[in-house]
């Protein structure tokens, strides 16, 4: 069964780069029939893309994010990654990964991990 | 840019059933934007209910279905059970790679 967890840093300096790692667990990353996303929520708020890659090194971004937004991927280490960057306290938010399907739709999703922008 | 359009809050009786609505600020939904649905409680990762359009995710019960009515995508929960209080949220497929999350709704069952 697929499982992908979140790991990273959960304080982050206003200004600074956050930077989140999603490992993928019981499949590969290297499928072609499915991207990984990333996708957040501040507190008592509602869902937000930010962005979703391929293997192939294929992405997406939110435009709203897009200016400061880095999705990579590490095929050998079966991970892909997130950096935000020049973040501010609207920043802060708990941090999902999920598997998107050609379908468009996402599953399963990790745990998520909080990250809070405060100095 | 486009706004991807729920109700804020809907309530609904045990044994009930509500329909929930997914809508574009500009436009019509269809299938073509792929639909999802999404089931969140409090401190919990999403569980997927719904994928292109109409087809329930693996362990969802039936009593949650999706389809296109009029301009929009629903979600209707028939026989409304207590633990079915939950924020939902569509996904819509833009195209361009582009997805785009509804604002959700609160759903008491009271």
């Known amino acids: 069964q697929l499982h992908l967890q979140e790991s990273g840093p959960g304080l982050v300096k206003p200004s600074e780069t956050l930077s989140l790692t999603c490992t993928v667990s019981?499949?590969?990353?290297?499928?072609?029939?499915?991207?990984w996303a990333w996708i957040r929520q501040p507190p008592g708020r509602g869902l937000e893309w930010i962005g979703t890659i391929h293997y192939s090194g294929s992405t997406y971004y939110n435009p709203s994010l897009k200016s400061r937004i880095t999705i990579s991927v590490d095929t050998s280490k079966n991970q892909f990654s997130l950096k935000l960057s020049s973040v501010t306290a609207a920043d802060t938010a708990v941090y999902y990964c999920?598997?998107?399907?050609?379908?468009?739709?996402?599953?399963?999703w990790g745990q998520g991990t909080l990250v809070t922008v405060s100095s | 840019q486009t706004v991807v359009t729920q109700e804020p809050s809907f309530s609904v009786s045990p044994g009930g059933t509500v329909t929930l609505t997914c809508g574009l600020s500009s436009g019509s939904v269809s299938t073509t934007h792929y639909p999802s649905w999404y089931q969140q409680t409090p401190g919990q990762a999403p569980r997927t209910l719904i994928y292109?359009?109409?087809i329930r995710s693996s362990g969802v019960p039936d009593r949650f279905s999706g389809s296109i009515l009029g301009n929009k995508a629903a979600l209707t929960i028939t026989g409304a059970q207590a633990d079915d209080e939950s924020d939902y949220y569509c996904v819509l497929y833009m195209g361009g790679g582009l997805v785009v999350f509804g604002g959700g709704t609160k759903l008491a069952v009271l």
């Open positions: 292109s359009t109409n």
């Open positions: 019981g499949g590969s990353i290297s499928s072609s029939n499915y991207y």
């Open positions: 999920a598997r998107l399907s050609q379908k468009n739709w996402f599953d399963p």
